[in-house]
């Protein structure tokens, strides 16, 4: 009994993963210290890169990413646009080096609210604004709500239609893994549930794995998530995304696991004027499993304005 005790004691041991310090983290992912930003009750990782902000020579681009992701994400796409745009980077809170909301409030309301009060501290008065699944709905509502503040919308497999966990007009019910994973987070357990948001596992590479794994281990990051997730409730969309005017351009993976090409259909249908590109043999994140072609593809539809 005393032994399989201790076994089990040193099994939890091993497998327990402590937060990484924010010095660690910032130390490793923070490109400058001007990038962490005061913004009312937030502290915000912000990159703000590209032509400088008095240009008049192209629109800025928001960019929002998706759950348990960070800026990152964005690295390759930002590097494309900021030789003739200025480009608009953030961690969510609770997401990437930005700490958790202080309000314990991860509602889209709240993120709309955030969005706002960035841009308006920026001096930005309309942006064309990129989101990744849970940031693509977060800048879909945006758009329908703003739509004076929104002048394009790329929307990356955009979350927002139920799906068999996620009804409307109910609580999500969090997976029990994402529970245990405020305590335990091997990094191979990580790696395997990466794997599923890509089509082709050779594109996800050691240093991307580092990266989720590093920053879901900031302080407070995993309970954010599990917070975020239990407060996400969905409503029918379809009379938001008929108020959006911004022309749009809905970006999907063929081989998307995670929000299947299938609702492209039902945002195409819902969003006035809107278009689909896709990507055969892509999943979840194109713009880290197939960053050049899927900017190719944005670079496009933006053109020169």
Do not use: C
């Not at 979350?159 to 009804?167: H, I, K, N, T």
């Not at 954010?224 to 970006?251: N, W």
Request: proline share 8%.
């Amino acid at each position: 009994m005393l032994s399989a005790l201790a076994a089990l004691t040193a099994l939890s041991l091993w497998l327990w993963t402590p937060d990484l310090s924010r010095e660690q983290l910032e130390e490793k992912y923070l490109a400058a210290p001007a990038d962490m930003m005061e913004l009312g009750p937030w502290r915000l990782h912000v990159r703000d890169s590209g032509v400088p902000a008095n240009s008049r020579l192209a629109t800025p681009v928001l960019m929002l990413h998706g759950f348990g992701a960070s800026l990152h994400s964005w690295e390759t796409w930002a590097q494309g646009l900021v030789p003739q745009r200025r480009v608009i980077r953030l961690d969510l809170p609770g997401s990437g080096l930005s700490p958790p909301d202080p309000a314990t409030d991860y509602r889209d309301a709240r993120a709309i609210d955030m969005i706002l009060a960035l841009m308006d501290h920026l001096g930005v008065e309309r942006v064309t604004v990129v989101g990744h699944s849970m940031g693509g709905r977060i800048a879909w509502t945006f758009a329908a709500q703003h739509p004076q503040r929104v002048h394009k919308l790329v929307l990356v497999a955009p979350d927002g239609y139920a799906s068999p966990r996620f009804g409307y007009g109910k609580q999500v019910e969090a997976p029990a893994m994402l529970g245990v994973m405020r305590h335990v987070l091997p990094r191979p357990l990580l790696h395997a549930n990466l794997e599923k948001a890509y089509a082709q596992a050779d594109a996800l590479n050691e240093s991307t794995v580092s990266r989720y794994h590093d920053l879901i281990r900031a302080p407070g990051a995993r309970q954010a998530m599990l917070d975020r997730l239990r407060q996400t409730v969905l409503i029918p969309p379809e009379s938001a995304l008929r108020q959006i005017r911004a022309p749009t351009l809905l970006l999907w993976g063929e081989s998307d696991a995670m929000i299947p090409l299938a609702n492209a259909h039902d945002f195409l249908q819902a969003i006035p004027g809107s278009r689909l590109a896709t990507l055969p043999a892509v999943g979840h994140l194109p713009q880290e499993e197939a960053p050049g072609a899927s900017l190719r593809l944005v670079l496009a539809f933006l053109g020169d304005d």
